[in-house]
């Protein structure tokens, strides 16, 4: 099972931007390669919701519709990575962000993913 360890998160005034890390471990490439990577995002008293998402080594993303033109998900192969950069922050996007890894396809149902990370906060003040 892979590990991921989430960073990056912190507070910030709406309009700015914050870059995410999810560093991944315990894997081989050739495994996961077509699995899917993404990010979900959990606000208080919230459904906890698909922000991002990528197949590993296959140029295909999804995105949510509120995220849709200001955040972009992509992987760092030699680093293991994936990263999570969003521009144009809202208040509204404040949350906790998870990494999640090792799905079969970029659903939005957590059950499909066989490995998350333990969450970063992200704080948007306007």
């Known amino acids: 099972q892979v590990q991921l360890v989430e960073s990056g998160g912190g507070s910030v005034q709406a309009g700015g931007s914050l870059r995410l890390s999810c560093a991944a471990s315990?894997?081989?490439?050739?495994?996961?390669?077509?699995?899917?990577m993404g990010w979900f995002r959990q606000a208080p008293g919230m459904k906890r919701e698909r922000v991002g998402s990528?197949?590993?080594?296959?140029?295909?993303?999804y995105y949510g519709d509120s995220v849709k033109g200001r955040f972009t998900v992509f992987y760092d192969n030699a680093k293991n990575t994936l990263f999570l950069q969003m521009n144009s922050l809202k208040p509204e996007d404040t949350a906790m962000y998870y990494c999640?890894?090792?799905?079969?396809?970029?659903?939005?149902?957590?059950?499909?993913?066989?490995?998350w990370g333990q969450g970063t906060q992200v704080t948007v003040s306007s």
């Open positions: 315990g894997y081989t490439y050739s495994r996961y390669t077509r699995r899917c």
């Open positions: 990528l197949k590993v080594g296959i140029a295909i993303t």
């Open positions: 999640a890894a090792d799905s079969p396809i970029c659903s939005d149902y957590e059950a499909d993913y066989a490995s």
